[in-house]
């Protein structure tokens, strides 16, 4: 269960002492994400103790872990911060030499001929200057075809909600889109067709006026050609993301993938990347 710290005191007792009234000892949240600054060491990982069962901070110290403490009364939080060196930043040699010694080791022509550095900070500028572009609706923040489950009656069952919270509205149609046609490692089949993209959007469109009413098309952001950018742009978003955790030789070790199939990932993520239609990278 992921918890919110921005509330007040009182909903937060409140809070906990339901869950300790209900037998709750430990209440865990995994989101990993990247600051945009380039630094792919500051990777954090949110997680708690149990109550009454202090969490191991030696070892939460060396990967910038956020340690949350819960009891009957009470939920606090701080950073454990970690130390940057020249060695942990992208762009630094240190980098560059180990990724180029992975592509060489595992015979990635395609990605020797890419400049996966430059790429992740074109990324990183390019986020920053458009993300203000989507509006900020509540989302489920890991919309990806492991998550959406199709029943015996063609009915459909959303799971895994521990990422949910305010966030782009674009973030979930990219990462929906970014996984349509793949598996788990399912990566190099291309992207959905421009067409099935529109269709998916003005299905979203009917739900959203019988929720708001008839007059919510009229707002320029909730246009069907604005949302087809956002999925332009989220999707990108999604595979070049994937690329730079892929370029982190840390982030391989704990994938346990093994450095071939790191190495077959990246590649045919980049090969979609490559046959981007052209239609798609119109406007953003």
């Known amino acids: ?3 919110q710290f921005n ?14 009234e209900a037998g709750v000892r430990a209440i865990f949240a995994g ?27 030696g070892r939460n110290a060396d990967s910038g872990y956020r340690v949350v403490t819960v009891n009957e009364t009470d939920i606090t939080h701080r950073y454990v911060n970690i130390t940057t060196s020249h060695t942990n930043s992208a762009g630094s040699p240190d980098f560059e030499t180990q990724l180029q010694a992975f592509y060489e080791r595992n015979k990635c022509h395609t990605l020797m001929a890419f400049d996966m550095i430059a790429e ?16 900020l609706v509540f989302s489920h923040l ?44 399912g990566f190099g089949n291309g992207f959905p067709l421009e067409s099935v993209i529109k269709k998916f959007i003005g299905d979203y469109e009917d739900e959203c006026r019988q929720l708001y009413g008839h007059d919510y098309g009229l707002k320029e952001y909730n246009s069907a050609d604005y949302m087809l950018n956002e999925c332009k742009f989220f999707v990108l978003v999604y595979f070049l993301f994937s690329l730079s955790v892929f370029s982190d030789e840390k982030s391989r070790e704990e994938s ?20 981007y239609p052209a239609s798609l990278c119109s406007n953003h």
Request: hydrophobic content about 35%.
């Open 256 to 275: 346990r993938l093994g450095d071939n199939t790191c190495a077959m990932i990246m590649q045919s993520i980049l090969c979609d990347l490559l046959k």
């Open 1 to 3: 269960m992921k918890l």
């Open 31 to 57: 989101h990993y994400h990247r600051n945009a600054g380039g630094k792919y060491e500051d990777l954090e990982l949110v997680v708690t103790s149990a109550i009454g069962a202090q969490s191991p901070e």
């Open 7 to 20: 509330i007040e005191n009182t909903t937060r007792h409140r809070m906990v002492s339901k869950f300790h």
């Open 120 to 135: 992740i900070q074109w990324m990183v500028a390019y986020i920053g200057n458009h993300w203000s572009d989507c509006p």
């Open 142 to 185: 890991d919309f990806r075809g492991a998550n959406i489950m199709v029943t015996e009656h063609n009915g459909l069952v959303l799971c895994d909600f521990d990422y949910s919270a305010y966030g782009s509205r674009g973030s979930d149609f990219g990462t929906f889109f970014a996984t349509f046609i793949t598996t788990t490692h």
